[in-house]
């Protein structure tokens, strides 16, 4: 089965900017999706089709997709940003829908 | 308003059963693929099922297939999910979504089930 590894936590101080990746084998063939998740709510898609804010996104969120690696990158990091992210993919071989292991984004 | 709203959880005995129901409103739920997600406590998300829109196709997680049913009644605009022969590792939130092969758009509050004895 299709797996995606995500680093278990990212640091960034304030004003700078966070690259969270996510691994996957030729992930660049695939359509990647990112979910914020704060402490006590619901999963929030934050960045479709690889680099597709949806409405009400800020322009500070972007994303690329190339050969192994999918990476959201947050620019000037705010403390509202502190959030669990996951990358997800659907799986054509299995028609599975496979989420990454997540990443716990700090705020210094 | 789009909004998914999940209800059904609770405490239940290993070995036993729980439908857990996904009421939709702002939309029409016939007309999109239907997802399953849970969450256990701590952990990462995990997809479970889908059902596509003519509901002839459902694909399950292997950690749920056979013990899980996936299904939806059109005209209360409501999905279920019927969980049979429960295990203390489904303990978890769980959260309806729309789409499947698409990005998951919407998501409900989530509601939580708990196996223990």
């Known amino acids: 089965s299709y797996v995606l590894a995500q680093p278990p936590s990212v640091s960034v101080a304030p004003g700078k900017t966070a690259s969270i990746a996510c691994g996957g084998d030729n992930i660049g063939d695939k359509s990647v999706h990112w979910y914020q998740q704060k402490p006590g709510q619901a999963p929030v898609l934050v960045m479709s089709?690889?680099?597709d804010r949806p409405s009400g996104i800020p322009e500070r969120f972007s994303g690329s997709n190339f050969g192994t690696t999918a990476t959201l990158t947050i620019s000037r990091v705010e403390a509202g940003d502190e959030a669990d992210y996951y990358c997800q993919v659907w799986d054509s071989s299995s028609d599975h829908v496979v989420f990454g292991g997540g990443t716990k984004l700090t705020v210094l | 308003e789009v909004q998914l709203v999940e209800s059904g959880g609770g405490l239940v005995q290993p070995g036993g059963s729980l439908r857990l129901s996904c009421a939709a409103s702002g939309f029409i739920l016939r007309t999109y693929v239907m997802s399953w997600v849970r969450q256990a406590p701590g952990k990462g998300l995990e997809w479970v099922a889908a059902i596509s829109g003519g509901g002839g196709n459902t694909p399950y997680a292997d950690s749920v297939k056979g013990r899980f049913t996936i299904s939806r009644d059109d005209s209360k605009n409501t999905l279920y999910l019927q969980m049979d022969s429960l295990r203390a590792v489904d303990t978890a939130v769980y959260y309806c979504a729309k789409n499947f092969q698409a990005p998951l758009d919407v998501w409900g509050q989530g509601t939580t089930v708990t196996v223990s004895s």
């Open positions: 089709f690889d680099g």
